[in-house]
Nanobody
């Protein structure tokens, strides 16, 4: 069994910073691509940033230069440092990962339950 869980959301003023974390646990053989997505009220879920096993990143234009993704392959964790936050960054942020379970040959895509980020004065 595999679980993916986010932490670190909260309320922050415009211009402030937050750090989100994602941890994958369970019978994990390997994790390929990981990423952060977000969904604002009344909007579709959108890509924020992805990172490959080797560390290649792809950012959405809306967060480029403000957000930084990182991962620790040995610990099966990923983080998102968010700086200069804006009200339009308000959303539920989801962790996503392509995981191969121990003893399995296929890859499956997993989602966390999400963590709320609210940017407001």
């Amino acid at each position: 069994q595999v679980q993916v869980a986010e932490s670190g959301g909260g309320l922050v003023q415009p211009g402030g910073s937050l750090r989100l974390s994602c941890a994958a646990s369970g019978s994990i053989f390997s994790i390929n691509n990981m990423g952060w997505y977000r969904q604002a009220p009344g909007k579709r879920r959108e890509l924020v940033v992805t990172i490959t096993f080797g560390g290649i990143t792809t950012y959405s234009d809306s967060v480029k230069g403000r957000f930084t993704i990182s991962r620790d392959n040995a610990k099966n964790t990923m983080s998102l440092q968010m700086n200069n936050l804006k009200p339009e960054d308000t959303a539920v942020y989801y962790c996503n990962a392509d995981i191969r379970r121990t003893g399995m040959t296929i890859w499956r895509n997993y989602w966390g339950q999400g963590t709320q980020v609210t940017v407001s004065s």
